[in-house]
């Protein structure tokens, strides 16, 4: 089908962006990749009255180092993602799930943040996010503000940007070589949604894991932490029965739905299944 009828601005710096939002009506779509927008589009489920497309704003793309964190900018593509040496070294888990998203044709052109800001709970990025702890850098009207992960996804398909707001950037924190992580996802074909997918990154200090992070895909409206599997691995020595326990804990204050794909209680299980694997290889077993 052919799109209505819009208004289309393309601006070149995120100053002109914000202004391009705030004179655009009462209904402005701002286009990042463009892969969930464009297909909403032509279906006619969205009928904007003007798109801001942010695809020439240069300074809300690439990676780099921070002290202890990575700054992702918004617009960087997963294309980028998968090639940048910095994610490659610090940022692995996030280079893993980007690995799954879709097919090579829109990795060229979705992207890092547009995935986030999406927020559909069946997409790999954002339990990523949430498992990272990573921090959501907001620029609008009343200025500057970072939001972390936990509160960034409010809903289904729903975050914390208000009115007039943008994202430009997200803060990830350098895991070193003493983390170990592992995306595990399940879908019934390649190049699909998530079913269920697990984010796992593991700290060792010897034969004991330190810290846990373990974030799930499409485990409810919005990523989920395992915080019940998280607190059960601390402290524990490195060993399969240990994982195994921990990782049947995994569903626990999860929501998920029922659809043609799978029943919620098959998708519990696949979290426990899915944890198990994840954090078994995050920490080499």
Known sequence: MIPAP???VRPATVGEA???IADGGEDVKVLAGGQSLIPVMRLRLAAPETVVDLGRVAELRGVREEGDSLVVGAMTTHADVLTDPLL?????LVVQATETVAD?????????GGALVHADPAGDLPAVALAL?????LVGPGGRRTVPATEFFVDYLTT????????VEVRLPKLGEDWGVRYEKFNRVAQAWSIVAVAAAVRREGGRIAEARIGLTNMGSTPLRARATEAALVGVDVSMETVTAAAAQAAEGTSPSSDLN???DYRQHLAQVLTRRAVAAAVGL
């Open 88 to 92: 490659a070294r610090y940022g692995r």
């Open 6 to 8: 819009f208004d289309y």
């Open 262 to 264: 799978a029943r919620a």
């Open 160 to 167: 914390a940007l208000e009115e007039g707001e943008l994202l």
């Open 18 to 20: 914000l202004q391009a």
């Open 104 to 112: 090579r044709q829109v990795r060229r052109r979705g992207t890092f």
């Open 133 to 137: 702890d990573a921090e959501f850098v």
